[in-house]
């Protein structure tokens, strides 16, 4: 925990607001939050700023593993989301859809959730809603933790965007090749290409199969 300022009213037991907390930790950023007092209702969002890496680590460690939070992490800027409860639902389908049609192609893949992906190097992260390894799966195979200074970043990310927009610079700085982004009836693919994220029609990964615009009835 970094160092309390006693006269700061966010570092106080209880705060007002998200509002207040993203104001005071902005202009104060030396402060202390203890982000357990702070809740983060379903649809709403905290923006910090001024949020070195280290910094970063230690609100990740406190954050902890078992939370109902999401966060991206680029130039310094943390974002701390809390999803509503459709964002789950639709990434669930979108999520086992990607199984069921890699399955019926027959490939393999390892899905891992929504695992903290993080480059000390490129001082980005983030946490897409679904990450799959599939061209990777047998590199992959058999890993408990993923350490992007040596292993590959996962070959798709799917995001959900209700309560945020999705951060390509920080996906962009993490080398995932191909992004899904899903946003009240639309599908976005976007591909790595040439170090910059192209719009495309369809996906690499599922090649031949059927545009964003079909894909979008099955969720």
């Known amino acids: 925990m970094f160092r309390q300022h006693p006269h700061l009213a966010c570092s106080s037991a209880r705060a007002k607001s998200l509002e207040s907390v993203q104001s005071c930790y902005n202009?104060?950023?030396?402060?202390a939050i203890r982000f357990e007092q702070i809740a983060i209702e379903p649809g709403e969002r905290v923006i910090l700023r001024r949020v070195d890496w280290s910094r970063f680590e230690a609100i990740l460690r406190e954050l902890g593993d078992?939370?109902?939070t999401r966060i991206a992490y680029f130039d310094e800027v943390l974002e701390i989301m809390?999803?509503?409860?459709e964002h789950g639902i639709n990434k669930e389908s979108l999520g086992d859809l990607v199984k069921i049609l890699l399955e019926e192609l027959g490939l393999g893949c390892i899905a891992i959730g929504s695992t903290t992906l993080k480059k000390l190097k490129q001082q980005a992260g983030v946490e897409s809603d679904c990450c799959f390894?599939?061209?990777s799966c047998k590199q992959m195979q058999g890993k408990l933790a993923i350490d992007l200074s040596?292993?590959?970043?996962?070959d798709l990310a799917i995001e959900i965007d209700l309560t945020s927009k999705t951060k390509l610079d920080a996906y962009l700085t993490i080398d995932v090749p191909e992004i899904w982004r899903y946003d009240r009836?639309?599908?976005a693919i976007d591909v790595l290409q040439k170090g910059q994220y192209t719009p495309v029609s369809?996906?690499?990964i599922l090649p031949n199969w059927m545009?964003?615009?079909?894909?979008i009835t099955f969720t």
Not at 150 to 154: F, G, R, S, T
Not at 211 to 215: D, Y
């Open 185 to 187: 009836g639309n599908l």
């Open 211 to 215: 545009p964003p615009s079909r894909l």
């Open 133 to 135: 390894y599939i061209q």
């Open 202 to 204: 369809s996906s690499s």
């Open 150 to 154: 040596v292993d590959p970043p996962p």
């Open 66 to 68: 078992d939370r109902n």
């Open 27 to 31: 202009k104060h950023p030396m402060v």
């Open 82 to 85: 809390a999803p509503l409860p």
